[in-house]
């Protein structure tokens, strides 16, 4: 009897073999991609006798690779010891002789695909050359192109800068690196793009060897390579490299210091920019320009070709106004309402909310962010926040940092003391992570950074009973956003966190804690729409930037239109980080419907909003109707931060 009462644990376990079945599952989906290659011993490998003489994998760095050979070089002509034929066949007349040869071997033209790509020596630079050739290389093959060599890249150097550039600099004998390779056709040239061209030269140009007078030094590296096959020979250039480069051209037609002789060299040449964002306010403004000055035209493209005529311009990606403007309906549908607004039919205005938006101060890209968005906030123009600092919505708070939080420096390896250490008390016992507040790690910043906003928050809430209700990271540093989130996520646990531009690293498993349910507004993900890559089996790229890359790349080529590309940027990309990545929320009637507005985008339009004219009360309408789906179809369309709620 006394067994009897014993208690008894029935384990249910058709219930739990099941789940013990998935666990393992997950367990094993992710078990680390650990390579077992052997490693390369450092012996010197044997010599190539070619024009492309650098060993260099496809995905590899093109600067990085090469720089290497050419400090080798410079180190034996410094001696006297370089190798008969070693110095000319890498000066930069060995690819204009090559441009000649293959110029008039053929009746073909040929095309000369100028890459622009940050040269810096910073990880993130770095690693930014890593994610570019790839995505140069997949658009041409995607256009009909592969590399002649796939193993090896060349490279030729130049005395630099040009001894009439207007900055005045002083020339450095091989100061210019230019590495390159060359792609053939491998379609009928009736069906590569561009068609009828059978060779093709990639040029990746280092963009800080280019600054400040971009323009006239690309001019003049055209005329040093192309000389009297010049009508021979097409030429396009993707760049610049980012938003600052976009703004040292436009300075540099501002103060009319490209020469005649060079814009005679730019006529027909191509300028495809996909990663300059900034907008065309923030770049056409001018501090000192009166009323109807320059100022005052419409957009970039316009201005950069009337100063330049016969040259072309155009960007293919989403400029930030549009991309946060986009980032703002989102908030609002979450109830977030950052947007001071009327509506037309009386309805109540809700309260805007306390915004926090930290930017990079170091670079004018970080400066222009916190600006254009108090601009969109507020309905007022950019150069309206500028001049008249009072018009600052009183509701978005901007803070700022710089770059390189961690203090890393080119050369440093990874150091414990720069990682948050726990901190022994007298008994041995840990205590919580303590940052230094000297050297070069800029962590502690951080920690006050949270005090002083959490201070701020407990002001405003008394005010008004409002308190910090989102928090955006704006900037091009994946890593420094990592660590404010680290930082800022469990002061403000109940606050919305937003970002612009999509990186696979926010996606790491590893990261999730400081990544989860954070919303990024980006002008594209890591794939394009399927109805632009059918056929095409690309593994999805790593950020937006190398996707942008892409989508230029086609454009330069032909194989993308400037109308697909253009309805590309019309809507943004909005994700949000789940466990199994980054969610996309972008609506699939928008997806499949692009194809559909490359021909015509009113007749697009009309055809799926025959109501179109009457957007405010249609979205009021969807509102009254309860119906989520329709409202938010309504304001994705419309791109604007909504006065009305979510329906509940």
């Known amino acids: 009897?006394?067994?009897?009462?014993?208690?008894?644990?029935?384990?249910?376990?058709?219930?739990?073999?099941?789940?013990?079945?998935?666990?393992?599952?997950?367990?094993?989906?992710?078990?680390?991609?650990?390579?077992?290659?052997?490693?390369?011993?450092?012996?010197?490998?044997?010599?190539?006798?070619?024009?492309?003489?650098?060993?260099?994998?496809?995905?590899?760095?093109?600067?990085?690779?090469?720089?290497?050979?050419k400090s080798s070089l410079d180190e034996e002509i410094e001696k006297g010891?370089?190798?008969?034929?070693?110095?000319?066949?890498?000066?930069?007349?060995?690819?204009?002789?090559?441009?000649?040869?293959?110029?008039?071997?053929?009746?073909?033209?040929?095309?000369?695909?100028?890459?622009?790509?940050?040269?810096?020596?910073?990880?993130?630079?770095?690693?930014?050359?890593?994610?570019?050739?790839?995505?140069?290389?997949?658009?041409?093959?995607e256009s009909g192109f592969v590399p002649l060599d796939g193993e090896h890249i060349g490279f030729v150097t130049a005395d630099w800068p040009p001894v009439d550039d207007p900055s005045g600099d002083r020339q450095i004998e091989r100061g210019l690196l230019l590495p390159w390779e060359e792609c053939i056709a491998i379609r009928d040239l009736v069906r590569v793009h561009p068609q009828y061209i059978r060779r093709l030269i990639v040029l990746w140009l280092p963009?800080?060897?280019?600054?400040?007078?971009?323009?006239?030094?690309?001019?003049?590296?055209?005329d040093q390579l192309t000389d009297d096959v010049r009508n021979k020979i097409d030429i396009k250039l993707i760049g610049p490299a980012n938003s600052t480069g976009l703004q040292s051209m436009i300075r540099e037609l501002h103060r009319r210091r490209l020469g005649e002789d060079a814009k005679e060299t730019l006529k027909d040449i191509s300028i495809v920019s996909p990663l300059a964002t900034a907008s065309d306010?923030?770049?056409?403004?001018?501090?000192?320009?009166?009323?109807?000055?320059?100022d005052d035209r419409p957009t970039v493209q316009t201005f950069v070709e009337d100063a330049v005529p016969r040259l072309t311009f155009?960007?293919?990606?989403?400029?930030?106004?549009?991309?946060?403007?986009?980032?703002?309906?989102?908030?609002?549908?979450?109830?977030?309402?950052?947007?001071?607004?009327?509506?037309?039919?009386?309805?109540?205005?809700?309260?805007?909310?306390?915004?926090?938006?930290?930017?990079?101060?170091?670079?004018?890209?970080?400066?222009?962010?916190?600006?254009?968005?108090?601009?969109?906030?507020?309905?007022?123009?950019?150069?309206?926040?500028?001049k008249r600092p009072d018009n600052w919505p009183a509701w978005v708070h901007p803070y700022r940092y710089l770059r390189g939080i961690d203090g890393q420096?080119?050369?440093?390896?990874?150091?414990?003391?720069?990682?948050?250490?726990?901190?022994?008390?007298?008994?041995?016992q840990d205590t919580v992570a303590i940052e230094a507040t000297e050297g070069l790690n800029q962590s502690d910043y951080l920690r006050r950074l949270a005090r002083q906003m959490k201070e701020d928050n407990a002001r405003w809430q008394q005010e008004d009973g409002w308190g910090i209700r989102a928090i955006g990271l704006l900037g091009q540093d994946i890593y420094d956003k990592l660590m404010i989130l680290r930082a800022l996520r469990p002061q403000f646990p109940d606050a919305v966190f937003?970002?612009?531009?999509?990186?696979?690293?926010?996606?790491?498993?590893?990261?999730?804690?400081?990544?989860?349910?954070?919303?990024?507004?980006?002008?594209?993900?890591?794939?394009?729409?399927?109805?632009?890559?059918?056929?095409?089996?690309?593994?999805?790229?790593?950020?937006?930037?190398?996707?942008?890359?892409?989508?230029?790349?086609?454009?330069?080529?032909?194989?993308?239109?400037?109308?697909?590309?253009?309805?590309?940027?019309?809507?943004?990309?909005?994700?949000?980080?789940?466990?199994?990545?980054?969610?996309?929320?972008?609506?699939?009637?928008?997806?499949e419907g692009q194809k559909l507005a490359n021909s015509n985008k009113s007749w697009f339009r009309d055809w799926l909003f025959p109501t179109w004219g009457r957007e405010e009360q249609n979205?009021?309408?969807?509102?009254?109707?309860?119906?989520?789906?329709?409202?938010?179809?309504?304001?994705?369309?419309?791109?604007?931060?909504?006065?009305?709620p979510a329906p509940g």
């Open 1 to 69: 009897m006394a067994d009897n009462n014993k208690p008894k644990f029935d384990i249910p376990w058709g219930t739990l073999l099941p789940l013990l079945a998935v666990l393992a599952g997950v367990v094993a989906q992710y078990k680390p991609l650990v390579s077992k290659r052997p490693t390369v011993p450092s012996e010197k490998t044997i010599p190539v006798i070619a024009a492309e003489d650098v060993d260099a994998r496809l995905w590899q760095d093109p600067i990085g690779v090469t720089q290497k050979q």
């Open 81 to 141: 010891v370089v190798k008969k034929g070693s110095a000319e066949s890498h000066d930069i007349c060995a690819l204009l002789e090559l441009l000649r040869k293959r110029a008039r071997e053929s009746p073909e033209r040929v095309l000369l695909l100028a890459v622009m790509i940050e040269a810096g020596p910073y990880s993130e630079q770095g690693e930014s050359r890593l994610r570019a050739r790839p995505a140069v290389l997949e658009a041409l093959s």
């Open 207 to 222: 963009a800080a060897s280019f600054s400040p007078n971009p323009l006239s030094r690309f001019a003049n590296l055209i």
């Open 281 to 294: 306010d923030a770049l056409l403004f001018q501090p000192t320009a009166a009323s109807g000055g320059t």
């Open 314 to 386: 155009f960007r293919t990606i989403a400029t930030d106004e549009v991309v946060l403007k986009e980032l703002m309906a989102e908030l609002a549908r979450r109830h977030v309402s950052v947007v001071q607004q009327t509506i037309p039919n009386a309805s109540p205005v809700p309260k805007v909310a306390h915004v926090v938006i930290l930017t990079e101060w170091d670079t004018p890209y970080g400066r222009s962010l916190s600006t254009i968005f108090a601009a969109q906030a507020s309905g007022r123009t950019i150069r309206e926040i500028i």
């Open 409 to 428: 420096l080119p050369g440093d390896q990874a150091k414990e003391s720069q990682r948050d250490q726990p901190q022994k008390t007298q008994l041995g």
């Open 498 to 591: 937003f970002t612009n531009n999509y990186d696979a690293h926010f996606e790491r498993r590893d990261d999730w804690g400081d990544t989860h349910n954070l919303i990024i507004a980006s002008p594209f993900g890591s794939t394009l729409p399927e109805t632009y890559i059918e056929g095409m089996h690309i593994p999805p790229f790593r950020d937006t930037n190398q996707t942008s890359t892409y989508v230029g790349t086609l454009v330069a080529t032909g194989r993308m239109t400037k109308e697909e590309a253009d309805s590309l940027s019309w809507q943004p990309r909005i994700f949000e980080i789940s466990r199994h990545g980054a969610y996309d929320l972008s609506p699939a009637w928008y997806l």
């Open 619 to 644: 979205l009021a309408k969807a509102h009254r109707s309860k119906s989520l789906a329709r409202w938010r179809s309504w304001q994705l369309w419309l791109g604007s931060a909504s006065p009305l």
